[in-house]
Structure formats: structure tokens, C-alpha cells
T-cell receptor
């Protein structure tokens, strides 16, 4: 069974640009979650999508947005990039049942210069 | 606001030792708790999920326990090996907003030959 896949592995952008990160969940999983892991700040919840709908978002500004496609894959968009957006962005997926564990991908390392 | 604390922050042990990692949380109204490991520069690997109605879960050399009333979980690793070296993270599922996990800062484990 293929795990959660994320692309690209690394992304380098300059301040003010836009970044698009992509995630493919495990087959059969309908929920996708995005987390940010910035140095020294730990893992912070960004967004949760299920069945194409945004179910919840964390304490991040509106320039962080995303969507989930009919095949349950997802993309995260970050507009007007700031230096502090540099981080490892992790995507996770799960089945839409309350006792389903989350499975994470290897992340996209975003560097903003 | 839920806060998750992991003790110790770092641990170095010789190969073969049994060890315990601790996780405490401030709000006992959690749904589940999940333990992960993270290798440097990589994503998270799911180790064990403990449902709120369970007291413990076992997988191979790993055993995780959960005491909701005291706000504590422990991860027991038997007969540690150098390949166990990684950062271990615990995460609690809130009673609502299922996918909005709160993570601890992690315990960095080093097992030396």
C-alpha cells in the first residue's frame, strides 16, 4: 500500500511569491490534514479537508489556503510568502472514522529567501 | 487550551536497555492519543494509536499506555536498538475537531551501540 505522497520535496521561493504544495492520501482515505513544522515551534495544525470540504483550520492567516479534489488529493497554497513561512509542511491522511490514526507523508521543505 | 508536554526532552541510552518516554496533557477531554517517530528531515511514522476507551496498546517491542484521568501517557520501548534512534512525538486528539491534533515537543532518543 502506497503511503501519503507529497510534492515537491523541496521548494525555494522569494518573499512575496506564492507557493503550491501537493498531497496524495493513502488509497481509501478521504480526510487530508496539513501541518506546519517550523524550527523551534513544533507541529502546528493548518487545515483539515474531508470529502472536498474544509472542516477546520488552525490559527494561520487567510493567505494560507487549500482545497481537496474529487480524488481526495489536496493542495496547500501560501500567498504573499514571508520569511517566517520557511518550514517543513506535512500532509497526513486518515479514514473518516473517529478512531482512525493519521498517517503522514515525508513533507515539503519550503524555504523563503 | 490543550498543552502537551514530553519528558525527557532528550535521552541517551546504551543498546539493549528498556526505556520509558512520558507524555502529559492538560485537558483530559481527549478522544485518542497517537505516538509517532520522526527521523531527521523526514515525516512522521505512526507507532500506536490509543483510543480513549483503551488503557494500552502494544506493537512488537512498543507498549503505550493511557491514563486520561491523570492526563498521562507513556511509551515503553523494550530492548532498545540503534535503529530506534529518532524523535518520538505524542499527539492528542481533541474531543471535537478530530483532525486538529496537539503535539508535544518530542523526546530525542539516541541509542548507542
Amino acid at each position: 500500500e502506497a503511503g501519503v505522497t507529497q510534492s515537491p520535496t523541496h521548494l525555494i521561493k522569494t518573499r512575496g511569491q506564492q507557493a503550491t504544495l501537493r498531497c496524495s492520501p493513502i488509497s481509501g482515505h478521504t480526510s487530508v490534514y496539513w501541518y506546519q513544522q517550523a524550527l523551534g515551534l513544533g507541529l502546528q495544525f493548518l487545515l483539515w479537508y474531508d470529502e472536498g470540504e474544509e472542516r477546520n483550520r488552525g490559527n494561520f492567516p487567510p493567505r494560507f489556503s487549500g482545497r481537496q479534489f474529487p480524488n481526495y488529493s489536496s493542495e496547500l497554497n501560501v500567498n504573499a510568502l514571508e520569511l517566517e513561512d520557511s518550514a517543513l509542511y506535512l500532509c497526513a491522511s486518515s479514514r473518516t472514522v473517529t478512531n482512525s490514526p493519521l498517517h503522514f507523508g515525508n513533507g515539503t521543505r519550503l524555504t523563503v529567501t | 487550551k490543550q498543552e502537551v508536554t514530553q519528558i525527557p526532552a532528550a535521552l541517551s541510552v546504551p543498546e539493549g536497555e528498556n526505556l520509558v518516554l512520558n507524555c502529559s496533557f492538560t485537558d483530559s477531554a481527549i478522544y485518542n492519543l497517537q505516538w509517532f517517530r520522526q527521523d531527521p528531515g523526514k515525516g512522521l511514522t505512526s507507532l500506536l494509536l490509543i483510543q480513549s476507551s483503551q488503557r494500552e496498546q502494544t506493537s512488537g517491542r512498543l507498549n503505550a499506555s493511557l491514563d486520561k484521568s491523570s492526563g498521562r501517557s507513556t511509551l515503553y520501548i523494550a530492548a532498545s536498538q540503534p535503529g530506534d534512534s529518532a524523535t518520538y512525538l505524542c499527539a492528542v486528539f481533541p474531543g471535537t475537531s478530530y483532525g486538529k491534533l496537539t503535539f508535544g515537543q518530542g523526546t530525542i532518543l539516541t541509542v548507542h551501540p
